[in-house]
Each structure stands twice: as structure tokens, then as C-alpha cells.
Nanobody, 127 residues
Framework: QVQLVESGGGSVQAGGSLRLSCVAA????????MGWFRQAPGNEREGVAG???????RYADSVKGRFTISQDNTKNTLYLQMDSLKPEETAMYYC?????????????????????WGQGTQVTVSS
């Protein structure tokens, strides 16, 4: 059973930065493809960024140029560097994992593409 634990959320002013981390425990990290999602109250969950085993990354149009997804295989850790944050990006941010053999890179932003989820970390951006 894969366990995903996010950290790094917090409160920041508009224009600020945060770096989220997600540690994958009880998993052979190299077998997993990963993603970041977010959900604000009253809104649907949306894909923010995804990364494949080859390091290829995809981003939601709204975060391109401001967010960077990366991973450190030696630490079983996924990251999301978020710069120039906006108030409308206030949400719970979730880490998600999928066995790469089942992963569809063209559905990187679809929740059903992932079988494992973390508990989330809150990001609050004030204006």
C-alpha cells in the first residue's frame, strides 16, 4: 500500500512562493508516475502538474511558467515549486501516484488516472 504524505503548504501573500513536497512511502518510487492536484471549496478538483518516469512534465495552462514539478528518486519525493501565487490558487493541494504501467500521460490531469492520494496540504494566498 503506497502512502503519500504532503507538506510545505501555508499562507503566503499574492506574488509569493511556496514549495510543496510529497514523500512516497512503502513504494518503489521508480515504478510510479506522479501528479499534483488542487481543490478549492465548492470547486472541482483540477490537475496542476504531472510528471512521468522519464521526467517529462505537463502543466495546467493557468500555472505554466510559474509552477515547476520535479522529483528526487533518491528521496522518493515529489516537489511542486509555486511562484507568483495568486489568491484564486488558494486550495488544498494533493499529491497523486499511479503505477506507470497503468498511467496514461494524456490523462495526466484526470483524477481516475491515479490510484493513490495523499491527505493534502493547504495553500492560502492572500491579496
Amino acid at each position: 500500500q503506497v502512502q503519500l504524505v504532503e507538506s510545505g503548504g501555508g499562507s503566503v501573500q499574492a506574488g509569493g512562493s511556496l514549495r510543496l513536497s510529497c514523500v512516497a512511502a512503502r513504494a518503489t518510487y521508480s515504478s510510479f508516475c506522479m501528479g499534483w492536484f488542487r481543490q478549492a471549496p465548492g470547486n472541482e478538483r483540477e490537475g496542476v502538474a504531472g510528471i512521468g518516469r522519464d521526467g517529462s512534465s505537463r502543466y495546467a495552462d493557468s500555472v505554466k511558467g510559474r509552477f515547476t514539478i520535479s522529483q528526487d528518486n533518491t528521496k522518493n519525493t515529489l516537489y511542486l515549486q509555486m511562484d507568483s501565487l495568486k489568491p484564486e490558487e488558494t486550495a488544498m493541494y494533493y499529491c497523486a501516484a499511479s503505477h506507470c504501467k497503468w498511467y496514461n500521460p494524456y490523462a495526466w490531469d484526470r483524477g481516475p488516472n491515479f490510484g493513490y492520494w495523499g491527505q493534502g496540504t493547504q495553500v492560502t494566498v492572500s491579496s
